[in-house]
Nanobody, 129 residues
Framework: QVQLVESGGGLVQPGGSLRLSCATS????????IGWFRQAPGKDREGVAC????????YYKDSVKGRFTISRDNAEKTIYLQMNSRKPGDTAVYYC??????????????????????WGQGTQVNVTS
């Protein structure tokens, strides 16, 4: 059974840092890409970062480039999202999700959220002073 479980959310001040974790089970990370998405109140869920589980190729939303870093630990079957220089606009529920890595190979970008078949339950991140 495919499972993804996010953790690490919380309250952070503007300019601060936070690291989210996505623990995976039930599938081989080598065959999938993992994406991080976020959804703010009243807004659509958007992809912010994605990593190919085999090649480590990474893709980012333009607004987070240079601030967010996605990484993976295949031995621990965990994907991380390091978020630095947080802004109030980063407040959202953050989700990780899995997609066949062939989607990422094909588009060379974060695939559309509809392409991701398995999702975690989300973790809340609030950026506020």
């Amino acid at each position: 059974q495919v499972q993804l479980v996010e953790s690490g959310g919380g309250l952070v001040q503007p300019g601060g840092s936070l690291r989210l974790s996505c623990a995976t089970s039930g599938f081989s990370l080598e065959d999938y890409a993992i994406g991080w998405f976020r959804q703010a109140p009243g807004k659509d869920r958007e992809g912010v970062a994605c990593i190919d589980g085999r090649t480590k190729s990474t893709y980012y939303k333009d607004s987070v480039k240079g601030r967010f870093t996605i990484s993976r630990d295949n031995a621990e079957k965990t994907i991380y999202l390091q978020m630095n220089s947080r802004k109030p606009g980063d407040t959202a529920v953050y989700y990780c999700a899995a997609v066949d890595r062939r989607w990422v190979q094909a588009v060379r970008a974060i695939p559309h959220r509809a392409d991701f078949g398995s999702w975690g339950q989300g973790t809340q991140v609030n950026v506020t002073s």
